[in-house]
Every structure is written in C-alpha cells, then in structure tokens.
C-alpha cells in the first residue's frame, strides 16, 4: 500500500498503470469505522486498483468548532487500510488541494441542496461538491464509492456528476450499522456513554415511522418522531422529513409510483447524527 501526499505523485502512479484497469475510489475524512472498511472491501472486489483518499475537507464545515473537534486518527485508519490490501491512499495537506484559497466553489444541484441537510448546514453541499469534484479530477476513478447514510450528499454527487458530463460510475453503498441499529458514523466515537445509550433510539423510530408509512397521516408520523426523539433527554430532533429520493422535497402526499426516504437529523448534546431509510 502505498500512502500519497502530492496530487502529482498520486497521478504519476495511476498512470503507470494500463489504461484497461479499472480505478475505484473511496472519498473519506478518515477516522475510519467498519461501515468505510465495508465499502473498500467491495470497491476491491469490483476494481484493479482502489484509491481511498483521507482528507478532513475544511470547506464542508459551517462550525469552526465542529472541523476542530472532528476525530483524526491517521495512524490507524492506515493500518486498517493496509489490512484490506488498499492499493493507494491519498492524504493530502489543505494547501495541495486549495492553495491559498480555502473556499468552495458555488454550484448549481438543482435544488438538491437546498433542502435537509443543505437548509441547516450552511455552503455545506458546495463545500462537498468542492472536495469530490477536485478529487475525481486528480485520480480520474472509473467507479466512486459513497455510502447511502449520506443519501441526500449521494443525489447530489450523482447530479453534479451527470451537469458536468464526468464519465464516472457514482456507486451507493448500504448504511453499516452497530448491533444495536445506531448508523456507523465517525462522530459516534465522541459521544458520551449516557449519548451511546440514547442513540439507537433514532433508527428505532425510522423503522416505527416506516412501519407507519403510508397509512398513517403524515403530520402524524411527524409528531411521532418529534415525541420519540425529544422524549430522551440525551437527544434533541433537529429535522424529520419524508420525501421523494429523485426530489428531495417532503412530500405532502403519497404516490405509489414514486420512491420516498425518511431522512433524520438529531442533536446528542453538540453531536450531530443523521440517518435514513427507504420507505416504499
Ligand atoms: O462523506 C464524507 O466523508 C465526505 O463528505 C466526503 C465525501 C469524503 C467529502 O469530503
């Protein structure tokens, strides 16, 4: 395995290589859990060569405080990497990917941003959109891997992928989950034991919300999960929503021939967690 600094470096490797290999990459921020390992694992399966790239993206951050706290744990997300026969790792510094200008460019995903996570995460989709397009454009993968946990960041990847005609295979990969339902996440490694214990609760109450879904009204569904959520005092519900996994936006009614997710957004103290599920 092989650990890469320099974009040049890591360009002047992958064309070494014949041009008939297909090159898959793994976009993480490192501190690395079962759920990235999960997805190597398949990217090793359906490529020559996997790149995964380590890089705390400073622009996808709207709190100073939550890029600060955010865990690095180089040392060991290189040897779990090593473990799974990784091909290359990309860790760059801030300077070789934004010289001196850390901002994000401001893109058009039609609205896909707009909406969840893009309504309280301020620039936080043109900050990803950012970081991903300069990584395709450095290692020039045929197939990207990202989890389906951050679905709403999936559509968008896929959307900018499709405006900007990049002939790269966009693969959603299914949310790794602990025993207990709690989406794998790398900010679950700072919650505190009385927060661990409260946390599963959320993909408790999708699946309640899922089992209520399409029968039950849904402002009721809603009021449901504000009750569940806001009842555990180690928990505070941020946003509930239903909607259309093409659109994005809630729905008001329900239309069998369309695909709907629940997508949640929950605060444990500072922490914050989201999940989702396919309800239909
Ligand atoms: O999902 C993430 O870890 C990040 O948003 C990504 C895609 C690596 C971009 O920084």
Redesign the pocket.
């Known amino acids: 395995m092989k650990v890469i600094t320099k974009a040049r470096e890591l360009q002047n490797v992958l064309n070494q290589h014949n041009k008939t290999q297909v090159i898959g990459l793994v976009?993480?921020?490192g501190a690395l859990h079962l759920g990235h390992l999960s997805i190597v694992k398949r990217a090793k399966l359906e490529c020559d060569m996997v790149v995964v790239?380590i890089?705390?993206?400073p622009t996808?951050f709207d709190k100073a405080e939550d890029l600060k706290n955010y865990p690095r744990t180089l040392e060991t997300d290189l040897q779990l990497l090593e473990q799974e026969q990784c091909d290359l790792v990309f860790v760059p510094q801030v300077e070789e990917i934004y010289q001196n200008d850390v901002k994000p460019e401001v893109m058009d995903f039609d609205g896909l941003d707009k909406v969840m996570e893009g309504a309280f995460r301020k620039d936080h989709f043109d900050?990803?959109g950012t970081?991903?397009k300069k990584?395709f454009t450095i290692v020039n993968p045929n197939k990207a891997y990202?989890?389906e946990?951050?679905f709403q960041?999936l559509q968008i990847?896929k959307k900018m992928v499709d405006k900007t005609k990049m002939n790269i295979q966009i693969i959603p990969c299914d949310i790794y989950r602990e025993d207990d339902g709690l989406a794998m996440s790398?900010r679950n490694t700072r919650l505190s034991k009385v927060q661990r214990e409260a946390a599963p609760l959320i993909y408790a109450t999708l699946l309640q919300a899922k089992s209520l879904f399409p029968q039950q009204d849904l402002g009721d569904i809603q009021t449901f999960v504000q009750q569940q959520i806001n009842g555990d005092e180690a928990l505070k519900l941020e946003y509930f929503e239903i909607a259309d996994v093409d659109t994005l936006l809630s729905i008001k009614t329900f239309d069998d021939s369309k695909q709907y997710r629940a997508f949640i957004a929950v605060f444990a103290g500072s922490i914050r967690l989201i999940d989702n599920i396919a309800l239909n």
């Open positions: 976009p993480t921020m790239s890089f705390v993206n996808q900050g990803v970081i991903v990584l990202f989890g946990k951050d960041q990847i790398s």
